[in-house]
């Protein structure tokens, strides 16, 4: 088709397709008639204007004497990935706040395209987003797989779905350090941030990479899960469940705690329904979306996986989740590692099939991880695009801090903890 | 309305996508995932 040809916007039947038109249209060039603002989403390299730039981005403006504008970052006071947050403030309090991404932007989805093999692919998935590297590699291993009709073993399976749980249970607990620097709980922060170390540690011990950088592959592995790593697993959460008790009992029943964390930066159900949430951004307020239940993959089925969900939307609910899906993973991973499945020594991969789609979705510890591709008539990809389920989040960030005190931005940021890089590719 | 249906992770041909052309796709829906 004509990319010059204006098409009618689904935006304004649905505002969740806002931030994909404003996608094609910066990728290809596609103007939709009554789009509300097709503003840039993260300047890619191939995008059609290139004279678009990130300085020039048109951020909302309201003139008044009685409101000021606050610009925060690129560059943050904290070692964090590099966004500008607008504030537009009357006082303290918040009207209006525009997050404006792409300085991460990698050129991931082409690279994809120009890297033929499959190490260098595997290699890109790991770098999509660091803190989301087993929800990512899954996602891709299960689509190559699929590509190539391989069925993965029983082994595979359940390396698979220990790494995505892990994964959930140290970044939570990341989260919850996080959460308690905002409000200057230190205690928290202390031991939430050191609670995470074994965890993680516990990955680097399975697969040498404390992020699982090199654990997921297509088709095999080359770190084995065993019994004698079950046995390490099981000893490693029976000191970390003690410890992460406690803490958790002092943060939820202290009085300064809760008042930072109840009614701050509230979505309402329909604000997450209407923009499209997913994950814990969803669950939050009381929209059940969760890939481990509406698709499962891998081990899940057996799992039965019911979602936490809380009703508030507020960064109090956000951090109830994290602790509750923190008790949930650790349940599930006992559960999984009592009976280990035999290493299954399967066939070779296939090439991928041609002329083919394929999707795959997994449940990051943020939401909905995606990735499809579409192969040529020789069955090599022509394209292959990635959606981190922070695409569809970040405008619930700018919604949540809407008429809260601009001093409560931190906590109402990590609360919800989204990915840059995951966004801008 | 046209649509195809498939799996997570499934894998289907190009040709089972009705019209990937976008001028009729108010009248397909590319996908939609059953459990």
Redesign the interface.
Known sequence: MDAKQPLPSFSKHNLVFEKFEREIHENFGIAYTDHPWLKPVRYPFNRVDKNSAVADYPFFAIESEELHEVGVGPIHAGIIEPGHFRFICNGEQILHLEIQLGYQHRGIEQLFLEKKKLFQRITLTENIAGDSVAGHTVAFVNLWESLCKYQPGGDLQLARTLALELERIAMHTGDLSGMCTDIAYQLGSAVFGRLRTPVINYLQSWCGNRLSKGLIRAGKTNFPFTGALADELNKMFDAYEKDFEGISEELFSLPSALARFEKTGVITTEQAATIGTVGMSARMSAISRDIRFSHPHDLYKALNHQPVIKHHGDVYSRAQIRKQEINQSIGYIRQLIQNLPENEHKDSLLVPSANSFTISMVEGWRGEICHCAITDDSGELILYKIKDPSFHNWLAVALSVRNNEISDFPICNKSFDLSYCGHDL | MKYAI??????????F?PEL???SF?ETIV?S?M?
Do not use: E, G, M
């Not at chain 2, 498939?6 to 040709?15: G, H």
């Open positions: 498939l799996k997570n992770n499934q894998t289907i041909p190009l040709a996508i052309d976008y001028n108010r996908l995932l459990k």
